[in-house]
């Protein structure tokens, strides 16, 4: 991976959005809310080129991107007290790096089986502070 | 956290098999074989003291978990070529931090689906050299 080249595929959806508004972007990836109406804490942090795996990336992009996460995490915690946070990096569909975090509740439309298995109940909204997220990400990271 | 303490949860099933064979282990972590027939190269890392999320760890365990993730992650990718990796840290039925790393293929049981979401054909055997992984995290991390 050589740094500072724009890896796109034309194929890609997560590519196509690149641009599109997020809460908090840098240089390497962006953070945007996955406006699942289910999940209302849900949050994706997509790897800006376009790249497969964690182990694709240099060394200090995957802790980057690992620093992020973890902030992302902490601050969804922090915002939702939730049950638990679930962390996926899957792509099977869009081979694109990307990192889906979770937040889970009891009364959540799955819980306690994975997002993706077969729902057991409808939903509950919860409001997030998404500003706070941004503002969070800002304070830690810049850009 | 404080480290060096072992803390177990006596209702928690992975505290109970903390000390079963491992495909490698150190201090903080157990790498262990899935066994899941539909997934030949499913393996689990599995922190060793009952801790909730990854943002309950300390950096310095935060990083160690990730490296050792992304090593079982290469490791995988060099044995088996799978299509994509799976990471997921989800933990709604057992909150014992563990991740599931899961090589998919094409013609596996769910492909493209995550493997919660419901079964679309019959997996396929691939054989694995489990010692191959083993010997290859006493390589990177000793012990």
């Not at 959005?17 to 999940?39: G, T």
């Not at 889906?100 to 298995?117: G, Q, S």
Request: one cysteine or more; charged letters at 25%; glycine letters at 4%.
């Amino acid at each position: 991976m050589v740094r500072g080249m724009a890896i796109t595929n034309p194929d890609c959806s997560l590519c196509a959005m690149r641009e599109l508004p997020a809460i908090w972007r840098d240089a390497r990836l962006r953070v945007i809310h996955a406006a699942d109406p289910d999940y209302p804490g849900f949050v994706r942090v997509i790897w800006l080129e376009h790249v497969r795996e964690m182990t694709d990336l240099a060394r200090e992009d995957q802790e980057h991107c690992f620093r992020v996460l973890l902030v992302v995490e902490q601050t969804l915690r922090d915002l939702l007290r939730p049950e638990k946070i679930n962390l996926a990096s899957l792509g099977n569909q869009v081979p694109h790096l990307h990192w889906h975090v979770i937040p889970r509740f009891a009364d959540d439309a799955h819980f306690p089986d994975p997002v993706w298995a077969a729902r057991r109940r409808a939903g509950v909204p919860r409001p997030l502070a998404l500003d706070l997220l941004g503002a969070r990400l800002r304070e830690v990271f810049g850009a």
